[in-house]
């Protein structure tokens, strides 16, 4: 037994609310006379979620009508090996890991509805998964991880739209992704750090504007660019 798999094995089986975990009493026990689990390694009664999500795993088929058990992490667990079908219901669910899981794997029908989520980490996994004709509605997202996101998705046609967010991580982005025609804008941005990324893809009046730019290491940067292109010309 390796060390991660003796440290697993070190924490006390201990049922989810607390108690003791009664094999008897389950209403699983039939599957551990079969052997097809057993308390400690494989079990749906666990607090510990590696042994839920152990115990469902042998037995996919009873993750369906796990989603409604009263402790989360059997929900979010039972959620990734559910049908597609009945992970509607878990779209309002009152745990954020739950609804995180949910959003993980929604068909893209549904999967907008979670685009106002209240926990951040569930909107972010929406800006991952939503189809790319559906992201602008999320361009103006409070939190700036949600909008990064977005901005390394977006078509490109629609990328001036975030030339201005109030983030300096999104501005860069924007600036990694923007067609060299249309950098103009960045170049002149306030902060350096997104000049000095718009001077590592600009051409023409932009490079040669950047080239005299007031930050040292972004002129460097555009020196760099400038040689780069030369080095294809002549290459």
Do not use: K
């Given at each position: 037994?390796?060390?991660?798999?003796r440290?697993?094995?070190?924490?006390?089986?201990?049922?989810?609310?607390?108690?003791?975990?009664?094999?008897?009493?389950?209403?699983?026990?039939?599957?551990?006379?079969?052997?097809?689990?057993?308390?400690?390694?494989?079990?749906?009664?666990?607090?510990?979620?590696?042994?839920?999500?152990?115990?469902?795993r042998?037995?996919?088929?009873?993750?369906?009508?796990s989603?409604?058990?009263?402790?989360f992490?059997?929900?979010?667990?039972?959620?990734?090996?559910?049908?597609?079908?009945?992970?509607?219901?878990?779209?309002?669910?009152?745990?954020e890991?739950?609804?995180?899981?949910?959003?993980?794997?929604?068909?893209?029908?549904?999967?907008?509805?979670?685009?106002?989520?209240?926990?951040?980490?569930?909107?972010?996994r929406?800006?991952?998964?939503?189809?790319?004709?559906?992201l602008?509605?999320?361009?103006?997202?409070?939190?700036?991880?949600?909008?990064?996101?977005?901005?390394?998705?977006?078509?490109?046609?629609l990328?001036?739209?975030?030339?201005?967010?109030?983030d300096?991580?999104?501005?860069?982005?924007?600036?990694?992704?923007?067609?060299?025609?249309?950098?103009?804008?960045?170049?002149?941005?306030?902060?350096?750090?997104?000049?000095?990324?718009?001077?590592?893809?600009?051409?023409?009046?932009?490079?040669?504007?950047?080239?005299?730019?007031?930050?040292?290491?972004?002129?460097?940067?555009?020196?760099?660019?400038?040689?780069?292109?030369?080095?294809?010309?002549h290459?």
């Open positions: 037994m390796n060390a991660p798999e440290a697993w094995s070190d924490i006390p089986a201990r049922r989810w609310d607390g108690q003791a975990i009664d094999c008897a009493a389950c209403p699983h026990s039939t599957l551990h006379a079969a052997g097809g689990c057993e308390p400690g390694h494989a079990c749906l009664q666990d607090a510990y979620a590696r042994r839920i999500d152990r115990f469902l042998r037995h996919p088929g009873l993750a369906n009508g989603l409604g058990h009263p402790y992490e059997v929900r979010a667990i039972a959620a990734r090996h559910a049908d597609v079908f009945h992970l509607p219901a878990l779209m309002a669910d009152p745990d890991t739950v609804r995180l899981q949910a959003a993980s794997r929604l068909p893209q029908r549904l999967l907008g509805r979670l685009r106002d989520d209240p926990q951040r980490e569930v909107r972010i929406v800006a991952q998964r939503l189809a790319e004709a559906e602008p509605t999320l361009m103006h997202d409070p939190d700036y991880e949600v909008r990064a996101t977005v901005a390394r998705r977006l078509p490109e046609a990328l001036p739209l975030m030339m201005g967010d109030a300096l991580q999104v501005r860069r982005i924007v600036a990694e992704r923007l067609p060299a025609a249309l950098l103009e804008p960045l170049a002149r941005d306030e902060d350096w750090l997104v000049r000095h990324t718009a001077a590592g893809r600009a051409v023409g009046e932009v490079l040669q504007r950047l080239l005299l730019d007031a930050e040292p290491l972004v002129r460097e940067r555009a020196a760099e660019r400038l040689r780069e292109l030369e080095g294809r010309r290459g």
